[in-house]
């Protein structure tokens, strides 16, 4: 417990570093920004103990995380880091998307819903030091 209490803090302080830049990165970036729809509204319950929204949407994350690189990507983002990033995010959630309808257990889908959150957040890191 004290785990996910440490986790949920550092998340939350990302979180709020970030907001910002990832509102920034979101606007000139639209599957991006469908992406980090989804991924918020699944997360924030799920660090919160419910799994139903990430349950139910783990397509729609999977397919929206596979939209970004086919995606119209601004030249100022299109490095090697960030596509090497969005790559892993694609395949994570394509992961997710098979943990949940193989019912696997709710920890390690929370465990990877987390890695893909700052795997996102790894991205808007980087399209933000080429500013």
């Known amino acids: 417990m004290m785990k996910h209490v440490r986790a949920f803090l550092f998340l939350a302080l990302i ?19 469908e992406f980090h ?6 997360f924030h319950p799920a660090e ?3 799994l ?3 349950k139910s949407r783990s397509e ?17 983002f299109r490095t090697e880091p960030v596509l090497a990033e969005a790559e892993r995010l694609q395949l994570k959630s394509k992961d997710l998307h ?5 019912n696997t257990p709710n920890e ?3 465990k990877l819903l987390t890695d893909i959150h700052l795997t996102f957040h790894r991205i808007v890191g980087l399209c933000s030091d080429k500013k």
Do not use: C, R, Y
């Open 15 to 33: 979180f709020a570093a970030n907001t910002i830049t990832a509102q920034s990165v979101t606007e000139k970036w639209p599957a991006m920004h």
């Open 48 to 50: 919160e103990g419910n």
């Open 52 to 54: 139903a929204p990430i």
């Open 37 to 42: 729809e989804v991924m918020s509204q699944t």
């Open 60 to 76: 729609e994350m999977m397919k929206k995380a596979a939209a970004i690189l086919k995606s119209d990507i601004p030249q100022e």
């Open 108 to 110: 390690a889908i929370v």
């Open 98 to 102: 098979n943990m949940v309808i193989t």
